[in-house]
């Protein structure tokens, strides 16, 4: 296996998210009809109730409770819990949904630089926090030093065009041929602003 810095355990993406339930069906329901997920084939050797869901690149494992009445009973919405997010298209059909189906949500507006990012957050039958925003309008800038020209994106499409464009510069030695290689980054960085 080879080292990587940047990925020293060589992760490929997230794979899932595992929520301890009151009720594993009603909260199949609830992820299925609000969030849009769909049931996989679960392992049959596990020993406790649960179903397995997918969509958007990553899977749910919904776990029955061993004990559902000792589970806390959280009603407050509060933006700086943990929580899931999610990524929209209409913050506006979401927010039109939520409305429909009687699902109490906060409402929250970020501002960076004149890009705004809208949010919307409710939980789920069990309390955990779901957030559905429009985050891709923010840019996604490393801390790191020497590569805060590096600019990543939920895009693949641009994610490649960007990372080819970054591997040009750290290749590149003269200035102009630095600057002719990439014209288009600011581009990018004006005119589209990817996902955080």
């Not at 039958?125 to 990543?152: H, Q």
């Not at 693949?156 to 014209?183: A, F, M």
């Amino acid at each position: 296996m080879k080292e990587n810095a940047k990925n020293p355990l060589n992760f490929k993406s997230l794979n899932h998210i595992s929520i301890v339930c009151r009720s594993v069906e009603k909260s199949l329901g609830f992820y299925q009809n609000l969030l849009g997920f769909f049931p996989i084939r679960r392992s049959g050797s596990f020993a406790f109730d649960g179903a397995w869901l997918f969509n958007y690149g990553i899977g749910i494992h919904l776990l029955q409770s061993e004990d559902p009445e000792s589970m806390p009973n959280i009603t407050q919405i509060n933006p700086k819990d943990n929580h899931i997010s999610f990524q929209c298209e209409s913050m506006s059909t979401v927010e039109r949904k939520l409305n429909e189906m009687k699902v109490e949500y906060a409402k929250s507006r970020v501002e960076e630089g004149g890009v705004y990012v809208d949010q919307l957050f409710f939980h789920d039958p069990d309390g955990c926090m779901i957030e559905i925003c429009n985050c891709d309008n923010l840019p996604v800038i490393p801390l790191a030093a020497g590569d805060s020209a590096a600019v990543r994106s939920c895009s693949s499409i641009t994610c490649n065009l960007q990372e080819q464009q970054q591997q040009t510069y750290t290749r590149s030695t003269d200035n102009e041929n630095l600057k002719s290689s990439l014209p288009s980054l600011n581009h990018i960085q004006e005119d589209y602003l990817p996902c955080v």
